[in-house]
């Protein structure tokens, strides 16, 4: 996320919370009642986006973990490709050695 980005949400969250004050006002409640309720609606919100930070955390859902799990694969995409068929034939040839050891042990 770029620091614009950051900025903007933080002014959005700011207008979302007047924006609840004044529609609750105007829907009868007395100020402080219409100020303790927008705040509630804003402690809510994040308390729901903690948890879905949380769960996409825990999930490794985030977008740092996922872009590296693409360049992996493509980092050892390109490796594959650039190895000689003789080369490819003994990690072949290794990785079913391996796999027979596992096997009997």
């Known amino acids: 996320m770029r620091r614009i980005d950051a900025i903007g949400i933080g002014i959005g969250v700011f207008a979302a919370g007047g924006l609840a004050y004044i529609i609750l006002q105007m829907a009868g409640l007395n100020s402080p009642e219409a100020g303790i309720w927008s705040q509630l609606l804003l402690v809510g919100g994040l308390i729901g986006w903690l948890f879905t930070y949380v769960f996409r955390v825990t999930s490794q859902k985030m977008t740092y973990h996922?872009?590296?799990?693409?360049?992996?694969?493509?980092?050892?995409?390109?490796?594959?490709?650039?190895?000689?068929?003789?080369e490819l034939a003994k990690i072949q040839?290794?990785?079913e050695q391996e796999n027979k050891m596992k096997a009997k042990g």
């Open 66 to 86: 996922q872009q590296r799990q693409e360049y992996e694969e493509a980092y050892f995409q390109k490796r594959l490709e650039e190895l000689t068929p003789e």
């Open 93 to 95: 040839a290794e990785i």
